[in-house]
């Protein structure tokens, strides 16, 4: 059974930085497409960034391009997303997810995605 488990969130002011961590346990983590999704309240949740081909491929939504860098720690079966120049509009929980069986144009869709750690929360003071 796959296991993801978030850490890192936080109160911020406006600018500051923080560092999410996911922590992934019973998967062949390699060959797994990894994604971070966020999600504020009275918002569906969506895409923030993901990771394809053990760390070759990233992909990023255009409200986070240039100010977030998602990675990959085979060795530590952990992936990341260091949050840079945090605004507001970026408070949210932030779910670290995977399916083994992603196809490339079903990346963005939280609907597709099959495991889910239970988020942590990154709020952006003003």
């Known amino acids: 059974q796959v296991q993801l488990v978030e850490s890192g969130g936080g109160l911020v002011p406006t600018g500051e930085s923080l560092r999410l961590s996911c922590r992934v346990s019973?998967?062949?983590?390699?060959?797994?497409?990894m994604s971070w999704f966020r999600q504020a309240p009275g918002k569906e949740r969506e895409f923030v960034a993901a990771n394809r081909r053990n760390g070759e491929l990233t992909y990023y939504s255009d409200s986070v391009k240039g100010r977030f860098t998602m990675s990959r720690d085979s060795a530590e079966s952990a992936v990341y997303l260091q949050m840079n120049s945090l605004k507001p509009e970026d408070t949210a929980v932030y779910y670290c997810?995977?399916?083994?069986?992603?196809?490339?144009?079903?990346?963005?869709?939280?609907?597709?995605?099959?495991?889910w750690g239970r988020g942590t929360q990154v709020t952006v003071s003003s």
């Open positions: 997810a995977t399916n083994p069986r992603l196809i490339l144009s079903a990346l963005r869709q939280p609907s597709m995605y099959n495991y």
């Open positions: 019973g998967a062949t983590f390699n060959t797994y497409t």
